[in-house]
């Protein structure tokens, strides 16, 4: 039992390249999310699903876009890849809603970009 | 704005001690309250949630929640070197956004 698993783990980009970063969970988990964790910082949230074929902003989604697949795939993807989008990606999913339901992490993503 | 803050360490507690860990939140609708611990290079992982005034106890592990001061904490008994990590207080207002605060680095010394 994998839980959520996020691929790739680390990548380097050049400004303006793109890429789509791939998450996907086995527990059968209604929503997901997108956070990125840069130091100093809590948390930030980039994208949610709260539900297979819904997506919506967070605090921080400018420059991204998400895609709900299906149930199980969740990705986030950077169009034309800036410096300040350094950072640590990580994917989340919860049963419901995470006031009432924990949220489960995926190992991360840690992305440069030059 | 909504705000989560933390002192951000380093939290240095001798082997055996209580560490106590501490989170301000500014949103008075705040709902639901978690504790992650994170080691360094992985991910968050749950430790204890709380949704009332008062204290909740889990193991070596026990949350304290005061909404009228805006305040939750974590206090760990019996501190282990393996408790080392960065502790996460995250805040839920309810629906689907969760404010994380940027955590407190705790050291525990053998």
């Known amino acids: 039992n994998a839980g959520v698993t996020q691929t790739p783990k680390f990548q380097v980009l050049k400004t303006g390249q793109s890429m789509t970063l791939q998450c996907a969970q086995d527990m059968n988990h209604n929503s997901m999310y997108w956070y990125r964790q840069d130091p100093g910082m809590g948390l930030r949230l980039i994208y949610y699903?709260?539900?297979?074929?819904?997506?919506d902003k967070g605090e921080v989604p400018n420059g991204y876009n998400v895609s709900r697949l299906n149930k199980r795939e969740f990705s986030l993807r950077l169009e034309s890849a800036a410096p300040s989008q350094t950072s640590v990606y990580f994917c989340a999913s919860s049963e419901g809603s995470p006031g009432v339901q924990p949220q489960h992490f995926g190992d991360g993503t840690r992305l440069s970009i030059l | 704005q909504k705000e989560v803050e933390q002192n951000s360490g380093p939290l240095s507690v001798p082997e055996g001690a209580i560490a106590s860990l501490n989170c301000t939140y500014s949103d008075r609708g705040s709902q639901s309250f978690f504790w992650y611990r994170q080691y360094s290079g992985k991910s968050p992982e749950l430790i204890m949630f709380?949704?009332?005034?008062g204290d909740k106890e889990d193991g070596r592990f026990t949350a304290q929640l005061n909404k009228a001061s805006q305040y939750v904490s974590l206090l760990i008994r019996d501190s282990q070197p393996s408790d080392s990590a960065t502790y996460l207080c995250a805040v839920n207002t309810g629906g689907f956004k969760t404010i994380f605060g940027a955590g407190t680095r705790l050291f525990v010394k053998a």
């Open positions: 699903s709260a539900s297979e074929g819904t997506t």
């Open positions: 709380i949704y009332s005034n």
